[in-house]
């Protein structure tokens, strides 16, 4: 019984998981890593997995990575998505940049001010993405950016519920 | 919901205040570099081709894979479906052979005549030799555009530019070239124009994607709607890039002076597709400058 007790097991002594600062970034690594998936569509409307988990981070807590984090990732995702190279590093970034200043202007956020916030960004991240494939040359009407938009907004609580259990499980709490 | 973490608050440390201010102005540069890079590819997409090209082969293999793992699981699931109704469905398909026995033997005959006749007429015939064979393993699921990814690359010839097809019709053409894998810009994207013309008739019209898995169809003349519903698109060898009489979509529907075509060829569907030679060379050189653009 007295070995049973001096074993870590229990609440006691508990910390932080080995690369503690770097699950969350890794996180959206793989989420981006999923556009390898063998998926043959006739349409994307597939959410774009990465910036959903970026930004579940990122309503989650301001300390998940240094903003600047957001270029790289971004340059990851584009290199795995085949996006044109450049849209997720500036999309992400701003989208940091711009969460620095919802968070100085706002008291408090609850469940659904977080979900529209995420809305909303997902919107502008859509819409960015529709303009950067009309100026390279595929002009879509934006309607067809729409069921792309509800998936996306419809998803984003399931990733801010993987970001929060992965946030609690890396603090080992 | 408690309140937000409010990030690092500083304090009245001054190495923490400066640790946060400098993070602010990397992400800032961060934000300018990736709109420089950004602008880069929109105006020059090819500057990009070496790193883009090496991305797709990391991650091509591992798609490929994946997707023969899907495929052994589907058709698990399909062959076992193809048992139930076997003997009706037999039947069927005995009386659909002896119809098509009967087309086969027709068009051998239009073949040799045509041939004849090419020769009394001392017309120069293309040889149409293909490239490499490859798998489509992925697509671009995410992004209003309409990438496929193809499993071969550089090391089997492929260049950008070059038209890619399936035994059923046209799949489109490719953009990037890896070492051991490609991107194909599909007949579905907003950016693919394909001249093409109607089997029924020969009236030269005009194939562009949508971007929703169909295409635009339009006449070039302005006048009656030439289409009808079930109209065979195929190509018509204008500019060179795409070999003429490839097959590239049926006309399902009317639109005010156009037509919407289905893609005969469903990258989703073709187990492999075929990367031809532009049916002019020349063509590769104007289609390398025009990715340019695009």
């Given at each position: 019984m007295v070995r049973a007790a001096l074993?870590?097991?229990?609440?006691?002594?508990?910390?932080?998981?080995?690369?503690v600062m770097v699950i969350p970034a890794a996180s959206v690594v793989a989420m981006s890593a999923l556009?390898?998936?063998?998926v043959v569509t006739r349409?994307?409307?597939?959410?774009d997995f990465g910036f959903l988990m970026l930004l579940a981070w990122r309503l989650l807590r301001?300390?998940?990575?240094?903003?600047?984090?957001a270029a790289p990732l971004g340059f990851v995702n584009d290199l795995l998505t085949g996006?044109?190279?450049?849209l997720s590093v500036t999309l992400w970034t701003a989208v940091m940049l711009a969460m620095d200043l919802v968070d100085r202007r706002t008291q408090w956020r609850d469940y659904w001010i977080e979900w529209a916030l995420a809305a909303a960004l997902i919107l502008a991240a859509e819409a960015l993405e529709w303009k950067v494939a009309a100026w390279s040359?595929?002009?879509?009407?934006?309607?067809?950016?729409l069921p792309s938009i509800v998936i996306s907004i419809l998803a984003f609580p399931l990733f801010a519920f993987m970001a929060s259990r992965l946030d609690r499980w890396r603090l080992g709490q | 919901m408690a309140a937000p973490v409010v990030g690092p608050r500083p304090g009245w440390s001054r190495r923490a205040q400066y640790s946060l201010f400098f993070g602010f102005l990397a992400a800032v540069a961060g934000l300018i570099v990736g709109l420089f890079m950004l602008v880069l590819s929109l105006v020059a997409?090819?500057?990009y081709a070496a790193v883009r090209g090496a991305a797709l082969d990391v991650t091509s293999p591992i798609t490929g894979a994946l997707s023969e793992v899907g495929a052994t699981a589907s058709g698990l699931v399909g062959g076992a479906g193809?048992?139930?109704?076997?003997a009706s469905q037999n039947g069927k398909l005995k009386r659909e052979r002896a119809a098509l026995r009967r087309h086969l033997i027709r068009a051998q005959a239009i073949l040799q005549e045509n041939r004849q006749l090419k020769a009394a007429l001392n017309l120069r015939e293309h040889?149409?030799?293909?490239?490499a064979a490859g798998r489509i393993?992925?697509?671009?699921?995410?992004?209003?555009r309409r990438f496929a990814v193809l499993s071969v690359g550089r090391s089997d010839g492929v260049e950008p530019g070059m038209p890619v097809r399936t035994a059923d019709g046209l799949v489109g053409r490719v953009v990037e070239a890896g070492r051991i894998a490609s991107r194909v810009l599909l007949v579905?994207?907003?950016s693919n124009i394909v001249p093409a013309r109607i089997l029924r008739g020969g009236i030269p019209v005009i194939s562009t994607g949508r971007g929703d898995g169909t295409v635009d169809i339009r006449p070039?003349?302005?006048?009656?709607?030439?289409f009808r519903r079930g109209d065979i698109i195929i190509t018509s060898g204008t500019g060179g890039l795409y070999p003429p009489l490839v097959p590239i979509a049926r006309v399902v529907r009317h639109d005010d002076d156009g037509a919407l075509g289905l893609p005969i060829a469903d990258p989703s569907q073709a187990s492999f597709a075929i990367v031809e030679r532009p049916?002019?060379?020349e063509a590769l050189a104007v289609a390398a400058g025009s990715e340019l653009q695009r």
């Open positions: 074993q870590t097991q229990g609440r006691l002594n508990r910390g932080p998981r080995p690369g556009a390898i998936l063998p349409i994307g409307a597939w959410p301001a300390d998940a990575w240094p903003a600047w984090w996006a044109p190279i450049g040359g595929a002009r879509v009407p934006f309607l067809h950016m | 997409p090819s500057s193809d048992y139930w109704d076997a040889s149409q030799e293909s490239v393993v992925g697509s671009s699921f995410e992004s209003p579905s994207d907003r070039l003349e302005v006048g009656r709607n030439p049916f002019e060379p």
